[in-house]
């Protein structure tokens, strides 16, 4: 194998510009040529790729988003559209590609995989955290950061003005983001799709904490909670208790913004792996890390398979909410 490409694709997630910076790195070390392949599936079929070269990753540890830009790209759900994408990588002699994203685009390399033999790794970069086959995803740290200093700082005018505060935090099906930030913010509630949600329950304990003295209230909820989003949860609330309320979606900045230490080496460490995998053979596979070892698993299984919320500290939300 000579020469290798990279690409960014779905939702952006900070640590995705250091995975980046790994792969070129790595696969430079290595004796391999590097090739950046912008805009996703959308710069594959379009052949919009560049050399990539030491300096080209200079200075973009530390930055949010990507360099190589992300789309979500609707020809590319077409076999006719994979098929031009495969014939564009096929002209630039690229002998694989190394895919950074989540569940959409691992699908769509296994498509590539599948039909026309396309030699692709994928590595995990979404802040959702949903994809299983690894503990942790690229951005997930980063984001669950960025949702917690928000929480803390809503906190200061929840007391402030004796009010209960809905949190929107991101996470598309999974409530990975809410349960960890909302711990972390000492939520008094925490929505999540992985456990039911009752709005009469809800809405009673809320009163309960009112009448025990609590002047004010955080309740986190996940974007992907099947009972709503967080307007429509906080409506119905307050018809059955009288509260005064706001709600805050905190959307796409959750997103964006610099790297933690955490995001930085998990990305860094992911991508040299790729490149590894690669090398040794390896394909139609999704490095991961699990134990603080790297792992390998099918990139079909990365999205059949559920990855599970962690249960105790489910339970722990409950204790420490009382």
């Keep these: 194998m000579k020469r290798i490409g990279v690409m960014t694709s779905g939702g952006d997630a900070p640590g995705m510009n250091a995975c980046i910076r790994a792969v070129v790195r790595s696969g430079i070390y290595n004796g391999l040529e590097v090739i950046g392949i912008k805009r996703g599936y959308t710069g594959m079929i379009e052949g919009d790729f560049t050399q990539m070269d030491l300096r080209s990753v200079s200075n973009i540890l530390q930055r949010g988003g990507t360099i190589l830009k992300t789309s979500r790209c609707e020809e590319f759900l077409t076999r006719e559209g994979r098929e031009l994408a495969a014939k564009r990588l096929k002209e630039a002699n690229i002998e694989g590609v190394i895919?950074?994203?989540?569940?959409?685009?691992?699908?769509?390399?296994?498509?590539?995989?599948?039909?026309?033999?396309?030699?692709?790794?994928?590595?995990?970069?979404?802040?959702?955290?949903?994809?299983?086959?690894?503990?942790?995803?690229?951005?997930?740290?980063?984001?669950?950061?960025?949702?917690?200093?928000?929480?803390?700082?809503?906190?200061?005018?929840?007391?402030?003005?004796?009010?209960?505060?809905?949190?929107?935090?991101?996470?598309?099906?999974a409530g990975f983001i809410a349960l960890e930030a909302g711990v972390g913010g000492g939520a008094e509630e925490i929505l999540i799709p992985e456990t039911h949600t009752n709005i009469n329950e809800l809405a009673n304990r809320?009163?309960?904490?009112?009448?025990?003295?609590?002047?004010?209230?955080?309740?986190?909820?996940?974007?992907g909670d099947e009972t709503g989003d967080a307007v429509t949860i906080a409506k119905e609330v307050k018809r059955l208790v009288n509260i005064n309320y706001r709600v805050t979606v905190l959307g796409h900045i959750q997103r964006g913004g610099t790297p933690t230490a955490k995001d930085r080496l998990l990305a860094s460490r992911l991508g040299n792996a790729a490149v590894e995998a690669l090398l040794n053979g390896k394909e139609n596979i999704m490095v991961g890390e699990i134990n603080q070892q790297i792992t390998y698993t099918p990139l079909k299984e990365t999205y059949l398979k559920k990855k599970l919320i962690n249960k105790e500290l489910v339970k722990l939300a409950s204790i420490l909410s009382i």
Excluded: Q
């Design 206 to 223: 809320l009163k309960e904490g009112i009448e025990k003295g609590k002047t004010s209230s955080i309740v986190v909820v996940a974007e």
């Design 99 to 173: 895919l950074i994203g989540g569940d959409g685009t691992f699908r769509g390399g296994v498509k590539l995989a599948s039909e026309f033999r396309v030699k692709v790794v994928g590595v995990p970069g979404t802040i959702d955290n949903d994809v299983y086959g690894t503990e942790f995803t690229i951005g997930y740290d980063t984001a669950v950061n960025t949702a917690l200093d928000a929480i803390d700082k809503i906190r200061d005018t929840a007391a402030s003005h004796d009010l209960v505060f809905f949190v929107e935090v991101m996470g598309r099906t």
